[in-house]
């Protein structure tokens, strides 16, 4: 069975930082991709940064761009999310999916047909 299990939301004032963490088990980690998405109270899911498990590539929503980090650690089958300089809009549910590849539109950003979800966690920033 596939299991995507988020953690470390929290809150934290602005300006400050988290780590989330996504630790993943019930599929072989190398052979998909890892994509944080979020989805603030009244708007839509938004993806914010991805990461390809088998040669690490990287995609970046222009919003999160400079301030967030993804990586990942192949031996203990989790992936990151460190989110720094935290501002109020980053406020959300943040959700990991796992997927064959890290699907980027042009002009709308990181797909979200993804194959399997984690059920997410919840971050606040405080202004």
């Known amino acids: 069975e596939v299991q995507l299990v988020e953690s470390g939301g929290g809150l934290v004032q602005t300006g400050g930082s988290l780590r989330l963490s996504c630790a993943a088990s019930g599929f072989t980690f190398d052979d998909y991709a890892i994509g944080w998405f979020r989805q603030a109270p009244g708007k839509e899911r938004e993806g914010v940064a991805c990461?390809?498990?088998?040669?690490?590539?990287?995609y970046y929503a222009d919003s999160v761009k400079g301030r967030f980090a993804i990586s990942k650690d192949n031996a203990k089958n989790t992936v990151y999310l460190q989110m720094n300089s935290l501002k109020p809009e980053d406020t959300a549910v943040y959700y990991c999916?796992?997927?064959?590849?890290?699907?980027?539109?042009?002009?709308?950003?990181?797909?979200?047909?993804?194959?399997?979800w984690g059920k997410g966690t919840l971050v606040t920033v405080s202004s």
């Open positions: 990461i390809s498990l088998s040669i690490g590539s990287t």
């Open positions: 999916a796992a997927a064959s590849f890290c699907t980027v539109v042009a002009g709308l950003g990181l797909h979200h047909g993804m194959d399997y």
